[in-house]
């Protein structure tokens, strides 16, 4: 700007940094010592109405002017040599007067009182959003917790809905529970004690398990004497009613609902698997003896006899070559005190040889589709005697006699699930009527069925599965004719 000298911003800086250090000095002496105590009590001073404010505010301006009129001093080639120039005199002054707008600034604010208390300064402690109702967390208790910031009251448990304030919680996805929460929800319950399955000394969790029933249960009922049904294999709830029969046994009141418990009663059965082989175009010429028996009675038949193949680690059916005596049940038990089996008759059966076989054995009390099975296979042992086949290997014979049973209680549940239930007039179809079956027995059967499949031994599994898949690809009739002519299953 023409006919003015302005002082340059080197200057400008030095000048009020030098006036900064003498305003404070200045201040130094002005003020009274108690202002610097750090007490908590309250200065009635900062409440003040704001009159109190504008005698702050020209007291400041005061200490302004003297600061800046010492800067200019000291900045002259003298020392403190007055400025005799006027022009360079009204620059300084409209300097100072810049530099004293710029630094105004507001008296501190005043608050209004409330029962002699002040209202607390409220200081920002960040925006922080309530991961569960997605509201914004004020003033109060909050926790931090999973990379987020909760109300205690949202941060709760998924299964009772309360909140957690436990130190320690579990967590499933994204769920938090209380521990005793989750462990109600997710730790195992033992199906025959019901309590919770406790934990190896590695900490694990470690349980049996039945593969067809998925029924968990603690490794200790296994050796503690804890029943189970000798037909289902289940092991019931602690409690539950077991019936006891004579050889020992036990059976679920389930399996018991449809057992075949004698000889007379079996023979209905007897009659449908007879139909289920003249289907097959496999009649059975000979009228073979069916007997129900004991466990008992069944081992001594089977020392007695000398060709045969014996699934372990129990045999539950027999068919007989040899001539013998055997005490087979005439009249099935009755169940008194204790459910145990009382007053079961049995007479001896003098069993002659007419013709290759002499008998099939039976265990009894077992259900009508276990036994169904049973006698299926053992039938399969007759005909091929019957029809003069030679002596096979076990893996082949057991394989195709169980490939026979499997096929039974397929047509068994086929027709059980069929909404036409079989006939009694036709003998091309079962002679037992699936109408007032309960449910339970069919599921009985995709058990028994099921066992076939699974059966790990070399002679009745791996013999099963060869067959089986022989008689998919090859169909019954040629799988059978091959066995005659070459003792092996067609591959």
């Given amino acids: 700007m023409p006919g003015r000298n302005l002082i340059d911003y080197e200057q400008i800086t030095f000048c009020i940094m030098d006036w900064i250090k003498k305003f404070f000095k200045g201040r ?3 003020f009274p010592e108690e202002h610097y105590h750090g007490h908590y009590t309250e200065d009635p001073q900062f409440y003040a109405p704001s009159g109190a404010g504008d005698a702050w505010q020209e007291h400041e301006n005061e200490e302004i002017d003297r600061a800046i009129a010492l800067s200019l001093l000291d900045e002259s080639p003298k020392g403190r040599k007055v400025i005799d120039d006027e022009s360079q005199l009204v620059e300084d002054e409209q300097l100072a007067r810049a530099i004293q707008e710029s630094l105004n600034f507001e008296p501190p604010a005043q608050y209004e009182i409330a029962n002699s208390q002040p209202i607390p300064v409220h200081f920002p402690m960040g925006y922080r959003i309530c991961a569960g109702c997605n509201t914004e967390i004020g003033h109060g208790r909050f926790l931090n917790c999973l990379n987020a910031f909760w109300h205690p009251e949202c941060f709760h448990c998924h299964a009772c809905n309360l909140p957690i304030s436990d ?9 938090r529970f209380h521990k005793f929460c989750y462990k109600e929800r997710y730790h195992p319950k033992c199906d025959v004690c019901n309590y919770f399955i406790p934990t190896n000394p590695a900490g694990l969790i470690e349980y049996r ?5 998925i029924q968990k249960y603690c490794p200790s009922h296994e050796h503690d004497g804890t029943p189970r049904c000798c037909s289902c294999e289940r092991m019931e709830p602690q409690d539950t009613v077991y019936v006891a029969l004579n050889d020992g046994r036990k059976l679920c009141l389930e399996c018991l609902d449809s057992a075949v418990m004698d000889t007379k009663e079996c023979q209905p059965l007897y009659m449908d698997i007879l139909d289920f082989y003249e289907d097959l175009n496999m009649r059975v010429e000979q009228q073979v003896p069916l007997l129900l028996v004991e466990r008992q009675a069944l ?7 000398k060709n045969g193949h014996y699934h372990m680690p129990e045999t539950r059916g027999l068919c007989l070559s040899e001539e013998q005596t055997i005490s087979t049940i005439l009249r099935r038990p009755r169940f008194g005190i204790g459910n145990r089996a009382t007053d079961m008759i049995t007479e001896p059966y003098k069993l002659t040889r007419r013709c290759e076989v002499t008998a099939i ?3 009894y009390g077992l259900p009508r589709l276990l036994t169904g099975s049973i006698l299926a296979h053992e039938m399969m042992h007759a005909w091929m005697r019957l029809q ?5 290997s076990q893996d082949v014979e057991e394989g195709i006699c169980q490939v026979l049973a499997h096929m039974w209680l397929v047509k068994q549940l086929d027709s059980a699930s069929s909404t036409n239930v079989a006939s009694t007039s036709s003998s091309s179809s079962s002679r037992l ?16 069925k099921h066992q076939i499949e699974s059966d790990t031994s070399p002679v009745y599994g791996d013999g099963f599965r060869a067959g089986h898949q022989a008689v998919y690809k090859y169909g019954l009739r040629r799988t059978l004719e091959h066995i005659r002519m070459t003792g092996r299953f067609p591959h």
């Fill in 28 to 30: 130094t002496h002005k």
């Fill in 167 to 175: 130190y320690e919680f579990s967590m499933s996805g994204n769920y």
């Fill in 209 to 213: 398990a039945h593969p067809f029933w």
């Fill in 299 to 305: 081992n001594e038949a089977r020392e007695g006899e």
């Fill in 361 to 363: 054995l039976i265990l």
């Fill in 388 to 392: 003069g086949f030679r002596t096979l």
């Fill in 433 to 448: 009527k699936w109408g007032k079956r309960p449910q339970f027995e069919k599921k009985l059967g995709e058990f028994f």
